[in-house]
């Protein structure tokens, strides 16, 4: 008698947990006792983006015999990443029954699906889906239809990513919303034209949102009603079209109506060719702002006037020509900052440009945060030989009294020689306390 036939049951499906689940299934072959443990497994996961046309018939039969066999009271979690279509034998009709079938058969918790397809159309997922009362995590990715019926319960779902998806029709998105009462973490990515054209975010009790735009997708606005939000990331690099050039620095873009949000704390804005004005006063009391904003214009950039109390921590991008106008105006906003991080975000096209050397003529007197709080600074890949950069380091260096530690990354691509040329000058301009530890790499 081996070891392993004197473990439980319950140790034994644990340990094949670990394993993929076709190489779980394989285990029935073992022994009588081996035959169907694998059907208790509370996770099933079936990755097939990469298989012949000769074995697409025999993968789709082989998860709808496992789906139907399956005996545990519940489905933890069930993960479908697929290819099928004209070059393969998993088709759309496929996914809708092995959808229906863990939702009406399994209770499914977590249901993630990604599709990748060559069909003509994006795969349309069964209306049971919608009104399904177990789950609590739905990821949906790629070539799926989100076409929401008008009658939708989701009373436990928490967590919700659609990620390149197709909508039925422009309120599809709001609908869904809706009817999820309890959600609380929400990531939307477009990249294509998906039938929206307003974001409605109407959840009260939603706590994080992250919404990624890019090319071709289009947007005619941003509403939100969000009191319990804590975390928001804005990430829009659509590039800016001709007639956006020519309309008024007061007006963006896209209209955007935002509520109160009594607890945000942190916020995440990467936003090109965007008016912020209106933007920053319903993030004035973040504890932690991220900032790239190709705004191009000063006109563009929020006025003083706005006071960021609470802000302990920003990381602004230097990609842009007025990133140092903005920093100047937010340096002498946020009294009891704590960490400042400069950075760029990789494959942005100014991040190599000499910018306008607009440093000098932006601050009358030292701002607080840097005589009474600024404790860390960080400046990742700092184009030295970018006057305006330097400006900015050398100041901070200089007037940063409270510093406990200032870090500054240079480019690999820079020649020693330069190299140390740059930490000389640096070097000479620190003015903070001699406890600072001061790193050059």
């Known amino acids: 008698m081996d070891k392993t036939s004197q473990l439980p049951d319950e140790l034994l499906v644990k340990v094949l947990s670990f394993l993929p689940t076709i190489d779980a299934v394989r285990t029935s072959l073992l022994s009588m006792r081996w035959k169907s443990l694998w059907m208790w497994l509370p996770k099933l996961e079936y990755d097939f983006r990469h298989y012949s046309v000769s074995e697409g018939q025999g993968l789709?039969?082989?998860?709808?015999?496992?789906?139907?066999g399956h005996k545990a009271p519940a489905i933890e979690s069930l993960s479908l990443k697929l290819r099928y279509g004209a070059i393969g034998s998993i088709k759309p009709e496929d996914i809708y029954l092995w959808v229906s079938?863990?939702?009406?058969?399994?209770?499914?918790?977590?249901?993630?699906?990604?599709?990748?397809?060559?069909?003509?159309?994006?795969?349309?997922?069964?209306?049971?889906?919608?009104?399904?009362?177990?789950?609590v995590i739905l990821k949906l990715k790629d070539e799926i239809l989100v076409d929401v019926p008008r009658k939708v319960c989701l009373p436990s779902l928490k967590t919700l990513f659609l990620g390149r998806v197709t909508y039925s029709d422009e309120d599809s998105l709001h609908r869904l919303l809706s009817n999820c009462p309890v959600l609380e973490d929400l990531v939307v990515e477009r990249d294509r034209i998906d039938n929206l054209g307003k974001l409605s975010v109407v959840v009260k009790s939603l706590q994080r949102?992250?919404?990624?735009m890019s090319c071709p997708c289009h947007l005619d606005g941003i509403m939100m009603n969000t009191p319990s939000l804590k975390y928001l990331k804005v990430t829009d690099e659509r590039q800016e079209s001709d007639s956006d050039n020519e309309s008024d620095s007061d007006s963006p873009r896209y209209f955007y109506d935002f509520e109160d949000m009594p607890k945000l704390e942190e916020a995440d804005f990467v936003l090109t060719f965007q008016n912020i004005k209106k933007f920053f006063k319903f993030v004035t009391s973040i504890k932690r702002l991220s900032l790239c904003l190709g705004v191009y214009t000063e006109e563009s950039l929020y006025h003083e006037g706005l006071v960021f109390n609470q802000l302990e921590q920003l990381k602004i991008c230097s990609c842009d020509s007025d990133w140092s106008i903005l920093l100047s105006r937010l340096l002498e906003s946020s009294p009891n900052l704590r960490e400042l991080e400069a950075y760029v975000i990789e494959d942005h096209p100014d991040r190599r440009v000499v910018l306008p050397n607009q440093w000098g003529n932006q601050l009358n007197c030292v701002p607080k945060c840097l005589l009474s709080s600024l404790e860390t600074f960080k400046w990742s890949e700092m184009y030295g030989l970018l006057q305006n950069q330097m400006d900015v380091a050398k100041y901070i260096l200089r007037?940063?009294?409270?510093?406990?530690?200032?870090?500054?990354?240079?480019?690999?691509?820079?020649?020693?020689?330069?190299?140390?040329?740059?930490?000389?000058e640096l070097s000479l301009s620190f003015q903070g306390p001699e406890t600072c530890q001061v790193f050059f790499h």
């Open 209 to 212: 949102l992250t919404l990624k």
């Open 60 to 68: 789709a039969r082989f998860i709808t015999l496992s789906l139907l």
């Open 399 to 424: 007037n940063a009294r409270c510093l406990k530690s200032a870090t500054i990354f240079f480019p690999t691509t820079y020649a020693k020689e330069t190299r140390d040329e740059m930490i000389e």
């Open 101 to 135: 079938l863990a939702v009406h058969d399994s209770n499914v918790r977590e249901l993630s699906l990604k599709l990748c397809t060559f069909a003509e159309r994006p795969t349309k997922l069964p209306k049971s889906l919608y009104k399904c009362i177990s789950i």
